[in-house]
């Protein structure tokens, strides 16, 4: 492999707060190596298209604190093609760039992987709100979305309360349920419903309802995943069953905007600087992940191969708290 010394950033799919934390790291930990650092806008559409400017030590001042991506971000269908992708390769020579950093999520990666596999070295980082990277543990964005989900609930609850009804509220999360599981145990739900596991209407939502309202209980909470979905539907057949009047809320994207968590800032700040820590050294076609709480990096054709899944004890952990 040839040295590098100049490397892009792209952002790519869906945007989370805790981003320009990482493209910041990215800048100003490649400047400080000597490396080259250009900004690729609107992720691989924006390496198709030549949309690249060179970033310096000011480029990235002011915007740890803003959510979105300065980079902008899209979901590039022309990449996918085999012309696009000769394209993306040929637009790194015309603008000499060595080696990149890709922040998305698993689509993401998968592009970064055909990119290695064209010979520009890559090393992606997990960013999306839905923590559904199976090789990561955490992934950036993830506790800013917890974080808004929980404050939109407790808005939510102060109302159901107020009318004792039961609110249905469907949360982001793609096809996982990480952000039902943790937003339902810190909110106190009566029922998480999620994708990864099955549920029975009458075991799963109804019976808490009902005994719980035996135990005096004065209102509902019931979090649903988008993976599953259908929450207006979800609260009419909880108020025709119980006659306890059910509204339904899908929060949708305000789950993706706001100031990132601390957490966000600095673990995108640490993934950041390990990917260029790997392409300076030569390194490429790896996934920057978190494992027991450290930063690591895998292969990313491994990466792409592993798996996870919801904790089942703490889905047993939320059904015992909302006695
Ligand atoms: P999120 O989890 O937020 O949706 P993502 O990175 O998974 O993020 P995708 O839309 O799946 O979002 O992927 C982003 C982009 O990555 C796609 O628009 C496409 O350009 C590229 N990509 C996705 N899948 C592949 C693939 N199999 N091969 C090459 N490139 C891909």
Do not use: W
């Not at 990119?115 to 993830?142: H, K, R």
Request: charged share 25%; glycine share 12%.
């Amino acid at each position: 492999m040839q040295e590098i010394k100049t490397i892009g950033v792209l952002t790519s799919g869906g945007d989370a707060p805790g981003m320009n934390a990482a493209i910041r790291a990215v800048v100003r930990t490649g400047i400080y190596y000597g490396l080259k650092v250009m900004g690729i806008r609107k992720g691989y559409n924006g390496l198709i298209s030549g949309d690249i400017v060179e970033m310096n030590l000011r480029s990235v001042s002011d915007m740890l604190h803003r959510g979105g991506t300065i980079l902008h971000t899209a979901r590039s269908a022309e990449f996918k093609t085999e012309a696009g992708m000769k394209k993306a390769v040929t637009m790194s020579k015309v603008f000499g760039i060595d080696g990149i950093v890709v922040i998305g999520g698993d689509g993401s990666f998968r592009g970064a992987r055909d990119l290695s596999e064209l010979g520009i070295p890559t090393v992606a980082l997990p960013g999306t709100i839905d923590n559904d990277i199976a090789c990561s543990e955490y992934t950036i964005g993830f506790d800013t979305a917890l974080n808004t989900v929980k404050d939109a609930i407790d808005k939510i609850r102060d109302t159901a309360t107020s009318h004792q009804r039961c609110s249905v509220i469907e949360v982001m999360g793609k096809n996982a349920g990480y952000i039902a599981v943790n937003v339902g145990i810190a909110n106190g739900a009566e029922a998480i419903i999620i994708p990864e596991k099955e549920f029975n209407f009458n075991n799963d939502v109804l019976k808490p309802i009902i005994e719980g309202k035996h135990r005096g209980k004065k209102h509902d909470i019931v979090i649903l995943a988008e993976g599953v979905g259908g929450a207006v539907e979800l609260a009419q057949r909880i108020q025709d069953e119980t006659g306890i009047e059910s509204r339904a809320t899908i929060l949708g994207h305000i789950q993706r905007g706001g100031s990132p968590t601390v957490m966000d800032r600095v673990i995108a700040s640490q993934m950041g600087a390990k990917a260029v820590q790997l392409l300076k050294d030569n390194i490429g076609n790896r996934v920057i992940a978190m494992k027991d709480n450290k930063i690591v990096n895998y292969d990313i054709v491994e990466a792409l191969e592993m798996t996870k899944t919801v904790d089942e004890e703490i889905l047993e952990l939320a059904k015992i708290l909302s006695l």
